[in-house]
């Protein structure tokens, strides 16, 4: 039996490699056959489901919530210590100082990465700026969210923050940090369908198990989830998506 497995596209393009060898590993370990998929963009990602073509996804929190409670997806793991954040960020030489500088009309950079715009959106509330307030200059990759902050073209830009703290030493040199936000239970989570559940007690083992052999601890720097990854309870994600409901209100 094969089983599709579709990655977020989301993720930095440095970690590619480690996304191939983590299929790699699961595939010899657990005895299944794993197909990986890895859409270049949110649109693909949504055809490929609309389509019913996946059955495990490492999917980001907000797409979580709706992958289990309208596609008949569960949650079964997480990775360890790496949170969900994002980071607000300007061009270094921006008269901007601090997030409370945005005023109505900044223009803002952003992907199509909805959980990195809602808790950014939470963040502004503090500069009493709501989505109306602001227009949005959708990019396809943080990367080019970052070259238009840099020229001016925008006043600032949303980023994954694993993404900004990947970003070239001279890109982020010519950026600042407005903000960083600190929400620590928000993670991207590994999601089974219904039809292949009987199948993940299997896949989580191998998945657990990644890290107890030395040659492990370079995969998971590859991936750069160097503490590698914890069973999710089915409590753990109802937690997490009520977060996101909150978040939306």
Known sequence: MKLNFMVAPDFSPDR???????NTLLQSRSGLHLHLLTPASAQEQSELLRRDAVDLIYANPFDAAHLIR????????????KPDEMVIATAAASPL???????????????????????????????DLTDKDLQWVLVETFQAGARLAIKGEVDAAFFLAEIYHTLSRITRSQLKVLIESAIFDITHVLLAHQRVLSEVPAIMAALAGIGQQAADHEVLDALGIPKGFAVMQEEEAEFMVDLMDTLLD
């Not at 309208?70 to 210590?81: Q, S």
């Not at 100082?97 to 503090?126: F, Q």
């Open 16 to 22: 590619f490699a480690g996304w191939h060898m983590v």
């Open 70 to 81: 309208d596609l008949g997806f569960r949650a079964f793991a997480r990775p360890m210590g």
């Open 97 to 127: 100082k601090r997030l409370e500088d945005l005023r109505p009309g900044s223009r803002i950079a952003v992907t199509d990465n909805r959980d990195v715009k809602l808790i950014g959106l939470r963040l502004l509330e503090a500069a």
